[in-house]
Antibody
């Protein structure tokens, strides 16, 4: 059974750092594209970052230069290192597997989300 | 970047109604369009991928159509468990933007 479990969310002051994790089971993280999506309170979904199976990484303009996506193949875990946090980064952060077939990709499995609150 | 616009932002409907949600892309995305359902406090759930392919396990009352820049999600007969927010997402190019969402409420 495929499962994604996020952890590491919490309260952090503006300008601070936090790392959230996403532990996967039932499939291999390093063989898939893995995505981070966030949702501010009462707002819609915002695509944040992706790491490809080959290791290439991409970021939304809103987080570029501040966030880093990575993975630990031995732990089958995805990470999002968030630096220079701003109040507008407050959101539930979801990790998701991006599955591809016939060149069409979609986010077929999602974690339950972890809440990051940036506030003084 | 490609922008996605959904309409309406919200709608009220009754059980048994046929519901249609529209999603427009700011440029041609062929059929690289996915639809998700989200209930309060829960993660999004994939409904439709590649504009019209039904994800495994999703009821057949959900269907998707369109290509290029205009797409629709149709619920043929609204059920109580379908009251939720629906999002489209383009998978044509990174960043894979989402629409702003359409909230389906009980009339």
């Amino acid at each position: 059974e495929v499962q994604l479990v996020e952890s590491g969310g919490g309260l952090v002051q503006p300008g601070g750092s936090l790392r959230v994790s996403c532990a996967a089971s039932g499939f291999t993280v390093s063989s898939n594209y893995m995505t981070w999506v966030r949702q501010a309170p009462g707002k819609g979904l915002e695509w944040v970052s992706v790491i490809h199976s080959g290791g290439s990484t991409y970021y939304a303009d809103s987080v570029k230069g501040r966030f880093i996506v990575s993975r630990d193949n031995s732990q089958n875990t995805l990470y999002l290192q968030m630096n220079s946090l701003r109040t507008e980064d407050t959101a539930v952060y979801y990790c998701s597997r991006e599955y591809s077939s016939s060149s069409h990709t979609r986010n077929d499995y999602w974690g339950q989300g972890t809440l990051v609150t940036v506030s003084s | 970047d490609i922008q996605m616009t959904q309409s309406p932002s919200s709608l009220s409907a009754s059980v048994g109604d046929r519901v249609t949600i529209t999603c427009r892309a700011s440029q041609n995305i062929d059929s690289y369009l996915n639809w998700y359902q989200q209930k309060p406090g829960k993660a999004p759930k994939l409904l439709i991928y590649a504009a019209s392919s039904l994800q495994s396990g999703v009821p057949s009352r959900f269907s998707g159509s369109g290509s290029g820049t205009e797409f629709t999600l149709t619920i043929s007969s609204l059920q109580p468990e379908d009251f939720a927010t629906y999002y489209c997402q383009q998978s044509y190019r990174t960043p894979q933007a989402f629409g702003q969402g359409t909230k389906v409420e009980i009339k």
